[in-house]
């Protein structure tokens, strides 16, 4: 029997089309509960500040670079959506005079349109944003060269191949109402996924690529950078792949409670916590990797009680 439709999405799956036995668990959880979800591979850390929360987010591109070498090189990939961190990453790099010449960046993704990544001087291009929040800001005789940038763009070759010689320490990200990180989002439901979404082992071939982004990302996106209007937002972008997250030795989620629900981010947590990975919930795919950590603000969790505004 095919499962249902979502709810807000025709064709395509999201989590409004799992089991509501599922839902109910998630949005009955405690703060306190989610928060005792950890398991070996998947742990749990809150912050009570978000002053602490965004050091400890800068840090981890600290701690990452400091490993690197020009014999090993090591990098981190990082998001935009939080972006608060980045211009302390900048702070403390110049701060501590750390020399990170030797040391890696990967942006985990990059609209796309119109046949190509958008150039620099789109007001929405995370390129831009992460040059002018942290990399511009980097005394330039203690950053690493542009050639140790790695953006996603239209011809994904060159930034596959900059991940099989560089090792990616941390992968950062958020969460979005869809449930993704980066923007692998659930899929249409088409071709041979019309009746049940694809399998966690399918979706995990995917590498980088072009995507089409679901409706429930367009109205986030419009909402979190664009004042609301969705005519703003591309509707494809360039993301990073679970090919690549498979790669990097930890998956790092930061969760200040501005990108998604209260309920997603319990979602996500008990989906994580129990092993259950399916593909209509893209993050909950991190499951089945080895080293994941979710960081919230603990103010910022919330609760699923019904609220009328």
Known sequence: MARRESLVAKGWWDYTTLDDELLRDAAALSAEQLLQLSRPGFQIVAYDTLEEFYLAEALEYVEAWKQST???????????????QLPLVAQIVNSLQLDIRSAHFWGMDEWYQNGREV???HPLSFERADRELCFD???????????HLHFPAADVGPYIASWESVRCAVMQGGQGEVKHWAFNDPLPRTGRWIDEPPP??????LSTRVVDLHPITLIQNARTSGGGNVTLVPSQAITVGPVQTWQAEKVSIWQAGMHDSPFGMRLTTLMISKGIADTSVPMSLLADHPNVQFNFYRPGIGTCETEMH
């Open 70 to 84: 020009d014999d090993n090189p090591v990098g981190i990939c990082g998001p935009i959506g939080p972006t608060e």
């Open 200 to 205: 966690p082992e399918e979706y995990r071939k």
């Open 137 to 147: 800001r980097i005394d330039p005789k203690l950053r690493m060269p542009d050639a």
């Open 119 to 121: 150039p620099l001087s």
